[in-house]
């Protein structure tokens, strides 16, 4: 499976600040998503990263909140704009395998909004 | 909508034992399940995984199960060591038409091995 890593791993923001989370992946995958998971929580799905083309975000995601870029296909981003601590959760980007259906996740960005 | 979701939030098991972990899922056209093993401070690692056209698939001390008539998974450990210790989610593919390769997970189940 493909070596995925994230940055920052953790951090601590003061609200309506944004950040931007780097995903890298060590070769070129079709398809890269995005998923929340909030404290003690299970995983949510955020949007999926398209390649050369906007992202396609889940109900109740929309890109003003969490804009996505996807340049090339093995980096994406993820921003978190305007924090509040309810933002305040483990950020996860994931690829699909060579079956398309599996996917592989990334160690996650724990951010803590306060 | 239709979801994913697990009996057992919390199971407790003496090392060596054997671990049932379940979970139900209520959308009929799914056609993939995966298994993923989520430790403390790191993201979900693939454990197995299993298509609709079968009802069970072994791994390295681990079995999956798929009942599509009462749709249910589980997820059976062999020998259950410390290091199993973690969250343990189902999630489920709708397929390219259902759900485009999108995943939909489980609450989880806190797996805790005690010696």
């Known amino acids: 499976s493909a070596v995925i890593s994230q940055k920052p791993s953790r951090d601590i923001c003061q609200r309506g600040t944004s950040l931007t989370i780097q995903c890298q992946v060590d070769?070129?995958?079709?398809?890269m998503f995005w998923y929340r998971q909030q404290p003690g929580q299970s995983l949510t799905l955020i949007a999926t990263?398209?390649?050369?083309?906007?992202?396609?975000?889940e109900s109740g995601f929309v890109i003003d909140k969490f804009p996505i870029s996807r340049p090339n296909l093995t980096f994406s981003t993820l921003t978190v704009s305007n924090m509040s601590p309810e933002d305040s959760s483990i950020y996860l980007c994931?690829?699909?395998?060579?079956?398309?259906?599996?996917?592989?996740f990334g160690p996650g960005t724990r951010l803590t909004v306060l | 909508g239709e979801s994913v979701g697990l009996h057992l939030p919390t199971l407790s098991v003496q090392e060596g034992d054997n671990s049932i972990i379940n979970c139900a899922y209520s959308?009929?056209?799914?056609?993939?399940f995966i298994w993923y093993k989520q430790e403390s401070g790191k993201g979900p690692q693939f454990i197995i995984d299993?298509?609709?056209?079968?009802d069970k698939r072994q791994g390295q001390r681990v079995t999956v199960l798929l009942n599509k008539t009462v749709k249910h998974l589980s997820l059976q450990i062999a020998a259950t060591q410390p290091g199993d210790s973690a969250v343990y989610f189902c999630?489920?593919?709708?397929?390219?038409?259902?759900?485009?390769?999108?995943?939909?997970f489980g609450t989880g189940t806190q797996l805790k091995v005690e010696l």
């Open positions: 959308n009929s056209a799914s056609d993939y």
């Open positions: 990263a398209n390649q050369g083309s906007e992202a396609t975000y």
């Open positions: 299993i298509r609709s056209n079968m």
């Open positions: 999630a489920e593919n709708f397929g390219p038409t259902g759900g485009g390769n999108k995943l939909t």
């Open positions: 994931s690829v699909a395998g060579t079956s398309r259906d599996t996917q592989y």
């Open positions: 070769s070129q995958v079709t398809m």
